[in-house]
């Protein structure tokens, strides 16, 4: 079939409609059993063929270094594979090396294909449909470090470190590792078991037939959290009520306080003043002790349309929210209960 091969060149031109009938006398006997064949070569991709169709496709990527062929570059419907196979077969040149491309042009494609267009026509009613683009281009299949990959993997260990957070990746830099690696090759990414603050970067180690290589990875990471934020200015030793806390999604990122739960923050007190419209951390409250060791309270249980209270002594201190023990000294029997106020336990 090398004798089909036309020589390539770097010409882009745009494919016209042709007519088989036009063939040279070499192919005059298949004429004869298909006459009147026609073709219809087009540059534009087909959106339906309904009869059977050859498409050419305009990129290609291949995985190893072979010979480049027919059944690469192009797309049958319609037709029986042995119609097709040698077809197929057909040899248009030597892969390119890695990293590198091979450009085919619709003038030489079209004459390889216009060849063989009689032996596939046979006695089909319908012309098939064949489709070149201006150019082919076909390119080996190399190992590519995506930048929306490395990302994701970014923001999923991160999310390990904490789940709650939302994070934004800007100016992430990937290093310059070159388009020459093989299909082999795979990466992983080890970040910090702590979140950074604003800028970071983390090694990337690449495996494979090659060796082991490490890179560097770097960017600037935003971090956002949904955090107790004051609906008012509260001062110093004021207790904090719920109509007091609004939880809010902001940037966290250069924090260093952890922030506490609306139930941790029961029965706080504010350590010092908090501005209306600023974050409440740790630091900024201290949970005053609603209970000591010996101290008399009152023990309620029960619920609905009935209650019933008993007193009692604590055996245990603790803060609004924690579990106590309490005392019975009519019974003697030690009871756990949880602290709803100064001098109030609940067992449930």
């Known amino acids: 079939m090398s004798s089909l091969l036309p020589v390539f060149t770097a010409i882009v031109t745009v494919s016209v409609t042709v007519s088989v009938t036009a063939l040279s006398a070499s192919h005059a006997s298949a004429q004869e059993s298909a006459s009147d064949v026609t073709s219809e070569v087009t540059s534009e991709p087909l959106s339906s063929p309904t009869g059977a169709a050859i498409q050419v496709r305009p990129s290609v990527e291949l995985e190893m270094e072979r010979e480049i062929t027919v059944g690469d570059i192009a797309e049958f419907s319609g037709f029986q594979e042995e119609e097709i196979g040698e077809f197929k077969s057909v040899r248009l040149g030597d892969a390119p090396a890695r990293g590198e491309s091979r450009t085919f042009t619709s003038v030489g494609l079209s004459q390889i294909f216009r060849s063989y267009l009689p032996r596939l026509q046979g006695g089909r009613e319908d012309r098939i449909q064949l489709t070149i683009p201006a150019k082919v281009v076909v390119t080996r299949k190399t190992f590519r470090l995506e930048a929306s990959a490395v990302e994701t993997e970014i923001i999923r260990q991160m999310k390990a470190v904490c789940s709650a957070c939302e994070f934004e990746i800007e100016g992430l830099q990937l290093p310059l590792i070159g388009q020459d690696l093989p299909v082999g090759t795979t ?162």
């Open 187 to 348: 990466w992983q990414l080890k970040m910090r078991s702590e979140l950074p603050k604003g800028s970071f970067s983390a090694p990337l180690e690449l495996s494979g037939p090659e060796g082991r290589r490490v890179f560097w990875v770097a960017g600037r990471m935003s971090v956002f959290k949904s955090v107790p934020v004051a609906t008012r200015a509260i001062e110093p030793g004021e207790r904090i009520h719920v109509n007091d806390v609004s939880f809010e999604r902001r940037d966290v990122t250069f924090k260093h306080d952890s922030f506490p739960t609306m139930a941790e923050m029961a029965g706080s007190i504010a350590a010092r003043a908090i501005a209306a419209d600023s974050f409440i951390g740790r630091a900024l409250l201290r949970r005053e002790q609603a209970l000591k060791t010996g101290e008399p309270v009152k023990v309620v249980a029960g619920g609905g349309e009935w209650q019933v209270s008993i007193e009692g002594l604590a055996q245990s201190g603790g803060f609004v929210g924690d579990i106590v023990r309490v005392r019975i000294p009519r019974t003697q029997k030690v009871l756990s209960g949880v602290l709803q106020d100064k001098g109030l336990v609940e067992v449930r």
